[in-house]
């Protein structure tokens, strides 16, 4: 059995906290350290933290740069082997623990992902997600997602990067699964549904509030991975990633094609 450390950097979203938090304690794998990191919420989400103190490891108050900043302050506190990371406004699934480390023991690699189901605010089934081989080349040709909800990793591999880069503001996840393979990290897919993806009206996918930022940001992680600017041959190479993409998982398709996207759908 292997300590497991969860951060759940919480700012304004009492509305689904408690269902967050509660997803976390529910949890039946026996050596879960619980991290939430509040910067300053206004909206009485501080008071169900409060009410939830006595089954969390540790409450970080402090103010921070953004979500990057307040994930690698909740990290800095954690002392498990296995790390992963919730929003405060999804969940986890009965048994992803559990299965998450159960993976991570089994097999020689440092990054785990399963798949989500996308839930609406009142936590009704929308469609399923389904992470996918991860590729830094399919990553940046946009053709690669991993369920950030639904991935757990190793310390060592979290360090070896030095945490999540503060500047990003919109994609942090992305780009610590980008700096995890180019430090080394091994990557592997489980097939089981380990979380609840929540669309929102607020919620950055539903939104699109952050697209922008998101395009800068995914440019400056192509420079990384390939170490040139975009050109003009990209657009359609990205094309075929996205066609090769959709190919290999099936019914990753059928739900796109049936249920339709999930980036900038409105629950």
């Known amino acids: 059995m292997r300590k497991i450390s969860i951060v759940t950097i919480s700012f304004n979203q009492a509305e689904f906290l408690e269902r967050a938090i509660c997803s976390v304690l529910e949890q039946d794998h026996s050596d879960i350290e619980y991290i939430v990191v509040d910067p300053g919420s206004t909206d009485g989400s501080r008071d169900i933290i409060e009410r939830y103190r006595s089954c969390i490891s540790s409450v970080v108050y402090e103010p921070d740069r953004g979500p990057a900043d307040g994930l690698n302050k909740g990290f800095a506190r954690a002392a498990g082997d296995i790390l992963g990371f919730l929003n ?21 690699v440092d990054v785990v992902s399963a798949h989500a189901t996308v839930i609406d605010a009142q936590d009704r089934h929308l469609r399923m997600a389904y992470s996918e081989p991860f590729s830094l080349k399919m990553f940046a040709y946009g053709a690669c997602v991993l ?3 639904s991935t757990f990793f190793r310390r ?4 070896r990067v030095q945490g999540f880069n503060v500047e990003n503001k919109a994609t942090w996840d992305g780009e610590l699964w980008v700096d995890m393979a180019l430090s080394g990290a091994r990557f592997a ?4 549904v380990w979380s609840g993806f929540r669309l929102h009206t607020q919620s950055i996918t539903s939104s699109k509030k ?3 930022q998101e395009q800068k940001d995914f440019q400056r ?16 190479v990205a094309q075929a990633c996205r066609v090769r993409k959709h190919l290999r998982s099936p019914r990753a398709l059928y739900e796109r094609v049936v249920r339709g996207p999930i980036s900038g759908r409105v629950a």
């Open 88 to 108: 405060s406004d999804d969940v986890l699934l009965p048994g992803a623990i559990r299965s998450a480390v159960a993976f991570l023991n089994s097999n020689d």
């Open 210 to 212: 952050l697209r922008q």
């Open 147 to 149: 369920l950030q909800p």
């Open 156 to 159: 060592e591999a979290f360090d």
């Open 221 to 236: 992680m192509f420079r990384k991975i390939l170490g040139r600017d975009r050109r003009g041959i990209d657009q359609l």
């Open 189 to 192: 897919l489980a097939d089981g």
